[in-house]
């Protein structure tokens, strides 16, 4: 009888495996059919149901105070230091292996207080990732988008904007986002590159893909006025050296102008072969004032300006990467993360890098130097007030023209129990290897938010957020770790892909 029972319970667990198997079929069935019925839809046709379904909600201004972002890639991250300081973040996209989300969503982190706040304002755009965004300085300070892409569910389909957005950062936040209805701007792309200098918003490069042919990338720049609310092109003379067209280069401004380097690009080499190229060229947008003298070989007046590209040389730069992130704040820059590609016949391997890089312009050369932070990360919450007054010390590591190093400071012991993550541990000495992470400098501290890395067939996204304060380089802090939904994984791994094919033999 024991035998008995014994071989029914292992008849009875082999039923139910099998009938789990088949629920598990069917599922991967019904979901193949959502895509492929997701797919029969155009991606205007998706645009205008977002659309339609924005314009039927009576949308009101509010800000509600939340947990942080759920995971996202390729958003935006600007500072706007009045306020106490925040960081505004705008926008991304999540693939999770099974579909791909884009969001629209504005987000504001209180650096005074610790806090992520999501603000619901009348009139947001459509959901994009790989746009751009600018803030302009001041009380009444704005921030500019520009851009970007959205992609269908099932990632077959994108969909390149040309758009030009403006949200007031003041006492006028509470109107909404406002259409910037302005022409002679850049046209449709992603991967581009914005900043901020003298008064005018620059755009350089981008791409536009409709996965039907050859991408095509750029290699122009966009002029926005933000006192006259006008677009100006820069059109160079055929005997001008400018840098090759390129999406995803490391763009910031300082006094001296406008700085590219790097970047990715892919070209047809014939019928269906391409090539990729990581750019490691370094160039110059030089800028002075037309009184200063005649206009050189090469060069182009406009607004009052002399523009000419320069080929810049460099010192100590890390290996090429893509996937690079770059921040700056007067004439000092900071790049973080990356990745080196090592590309085969028939796979990528690619080595993601956690080095943080002050880059600095001096006797036309520009030059990297290493940054590390000479104690391990800690958590907000965690410091016994040591750190806290050290951190409100005099900085040595870097020139004082950053501004204060006290922003910081403030600590909330709520993040405790927020900040546990499989991509932290309590010895490392900067957060974990990344690409394509966000980054920006408020009130003399850097922020690093997010970004991707790639564990075996998996593509994950993070939603961690550091600061260091880039004066003396004591330690990161780590203001919370990566939301629980960072390492869900719904695609198929490279070993139940192989599997099924067995299967199918």
Known sequence: MPRENAAQRRARR?????????????????????????????????LAEIEAESQAKAITYSETLCLEPSPRSYCSLCAFEERGGELLLFGGERNDGRKTITYNELYSFSISKNHWRRITVPNPPHPRSGHQAVVTPGSEGSMFIFGGEFTSPSGNEFYHFKD?????????????WEKIEAKGGPSARSGHRMTFFKGKILSFGGFQDNNKSTPKYFNDIHIFDTSEYKWTKLSFPAIAEIPDPRSAAQVFATSD???????????????????????????????????????????????????KWAKVRSSDKPPPATGVTVTSVKDLAFSFGGVIDDEEEDAIHGEFQETLHLLKFDNKFLSWKLLEAKHPVKMKGSSDGKEEKEGKSKGQGLPDAIGSDSAGAAEDSSTKSKVESGFYKSTQMAPSPRMNTHMTLCNG??????????????????????????????????????????????????SESSSEDEEGD
């Open 257 to 307: 102008g406008l700085f590219v380097h790097g970047g990715y690009s892919i070209s047809r080499v014939k019928g269906e072969v391409f090539k990729s190229t990581v750019h490691e060229d370094s160039w110059l947008l030089q800028v002075h004032d037309a009184k200063d003298g005649p206009k050189p070989p090469g060069a182009v007046e406009e607004l009052g300006l002399i523009w």
């Open 445 to 494: 501290m850097l922020y690093l938010y997010g970004g991707t890395v790639e564990l075996g067939s998996r593509q994950l996204t993070l939603s961690d957020l550091y600061s260091v304060d880039v004066n003396k380089m004591q330690h990161w802090w780590l203001h919370h770790g990566n939301d629980k939904r960072t390492e869900e994984w719904l695609g198929e791994s490279s």
């Open 14 to 46: 082999a039923a139910t495996a099998e009938k789990k198997k088949r629920k598990a079929k069917k599922e991967k069935e019904k979901q193949k059919q959502s895509e492929a019925s997701e797919d029969k839809k155009s991606i205007e046709d998706i």
């Open 164 to 176: 030009f957005w403006r949200i007031s950062l003041g006492s006028d936040r509470k109107l909404g």
